[in-house]
């Protein structure tokens, strides 16, 4: 890999660069691939993965995922089980609603970190967004421009290139998800829910085209101007009988209420939505908690605890209690105050990087303080990971700059089960979120040496 990535910066001259740069930036520009009024990628390399690389990062998902939906279908019916995800009262109401599928996350995403440079255990699992996975859309569009640059023209002559499309893998599990809600293959009509001033307005076009492309009515519906009336929920004249639900389901509640019409539509069974109420469980960080918990061993197959064990970071929910680390029993609190440098704070349902402390980044008494509002609220506390870095070239003041940049691997999920595509984000900073203003996108690319 790092000769691949040598060969591709050496193939990106100054001449090359500058004018990749010009003509990225503009069609960029162009797609409305800009968030928060900025470009969505600084960069001019995509990320690159091999195909073993990648086929591992899809083998191991599949098997975190299955302990979480083994943990998710034992909490639906274990009160007691089901209060380790620290769920508020509202939110229990409308778990356990029928949404009329299967799947409680049709299209989801793994947040992970991977050190090439380790074995397979240097792939961590640190979040899982079970609830509205955004930047699939993104990075496909992404994808179509790094592949025509120039210079992949002439890295192509050298190594194979395979694109990793994300977008079909949301499509297909949305669809199904309406047929088995349906019991028909009727074609749905699809509102593309979210506020109207989010900054993945652009993101909604994309996917708008996309259904529209396929032959399907698509609109793009901010909740609080649809409609619920004689059973049937609409936004402007569209009779809506499939959400593609991006607005957050606490925003939703908070901003609207229960009794909102869309909210109403969905639980009379007027409508299907995607992902439904049942995948704020999983969605609570708290997910990864109880899955690695020494009092929930029993609930998991071998394989499952293997993979949890050598995959997801040693994660708790923040309470006063005594539990086990690294094989040794601990009283969690003062611990946390002790190995404040091993350790992350996070809220257990926010985005965006809000909320969460980096031990080694603060002060003792900023952390202490950290803890004490961490027992207030539901947080967890997660064990440090690698953050690998890799090389990536950009245009920075009339120069080509190639500099090191922190990345993750964010593999998207279509029915809980399958990995079909890979978001990655880069940042000069330690927490690598395109919504916290920490970085940026690049497409994932698959590669073999000719």
């Given amino acids: 890999m790092k000769s691949a990535v040598a060969r591709y910066h050496d193939l990106l001259t100054p001449e090359a660069a500058a004018d990749s740069h010009d003509w990225f930036v503009r069609e960029l520009g162009a797609k409305g691939l800009e968030f928060g009024g900025r470009p969505l990628c600084s960069v001019l390399r995509p990320r690159f993965l091999t195909v073993e690389q990648y086929r591992l ?15 998710r279908v034992a909490a639906m019916s ?16 409308l778990l356990h609603e029928d949404p009329g599928f299967r799947d409680a996350s049709p299209t ?32 496909d569009e992404l994808t179509t421009l790094f592949m025509s640059l120039p210079v992949m023209s002439k890295f192509r002559r050298e190594y194979h290139c395979w694109p990793l499309p994300a977008t079909p893998g949301v499509a297909h599990a949305l669809l199904a998800a309406h047929r088995e809600w349906s019991g028909t293959r009727e074609a749905p009509r699809i509102a593309i829910v979210d506020w109207s001033d989010v900054p993945t307005q652009s993101e909604f076009v994309i996917f708008r ?11 793009i519906a901010d909740p609080r101007e649809m409609e619920y009336r004689n059973g049937k929920l609409f936004a402007s004249d569209v009779h809506v009988t499939l959400i593609y639900k991006r607005v957050l389901i606490d925003e939703l509640v908070k901003e609207c209420g229960l009794e909102h019409d869309v909210i109403r539509a969905v639980r009379e069974g007027a409508v299907c939505m995607v992902n439904p109420f049942r995948c704020k469980l999983l969605h609570k960080k708290a997910s990864l908690a109880v899955i690695g918990d020494e009092r929930n061993a029993r609930l998991f197959s071998e394989a499952e605890r293997r993979a949890v064990a050598l995959h997801v970071p040693w994660t708790r929910v923040v309470e006063e209690r005594s539990t086990e680390v690294d094989g040794k029993r601990i009283d969690l609190l003062p611990w946390m105050a002790e190995n404040r440098e ?7 349902d926010d985005y965006g990087g809000r909320g969460i402390v980096l031990g080694w980044a603060v002060s003792g008494d900023k952390w202490q303080n950290a803890i004490r509002t961490a027992v207030d609220e539901p947080y967890i506390v997660q064990q440090r990971v690698t953050i690998p870095e890799e090389p990536f070239p950009s245009w920075v003041n009339g120069a080509l700059d190639i500099h090191d940049r922190s990345l993750d691997t964010a593999p998207y999920v279509s029915h809980g089960r399958f990995v079909e595509g890979c978001l990655t984000r880069i940042s000069t900073d330690e927490l690598l979120n395109v919504t916290a203003g920490g970085g940026s996108n690049v497409p994932t690319v698959l590669l073999e040496k000719r």
């Fill in 78 to 93: 274990d009160k007691v089980l089901r209060a380790q995800f620290r769920l508020h009262d509202w939110e229990e109401s």
């Fill in 209 to 219: 085209d996309f259904f529209q492309g396929n032959g399907l009515e698509c609109v």
């Fill in 342 to 348: 091993r350790l992350v704070l996070k809220p257990n």
């Fill in 108 to 139: 989801s995403r793994l947040d992970a970190f991977f050190d090439e440079g380790a074995d397979a255990s240097g792939l961590k699992f640190t979040e899982y967004n079970a609830e509205t996975p955004a930047g699939a859309g993104y990075g």
């Fill in 57 to 71: 990062i899809a083998d191991r998902s599949a098997l975190v995922l299955s302990a979480l939906e083994t943990a």
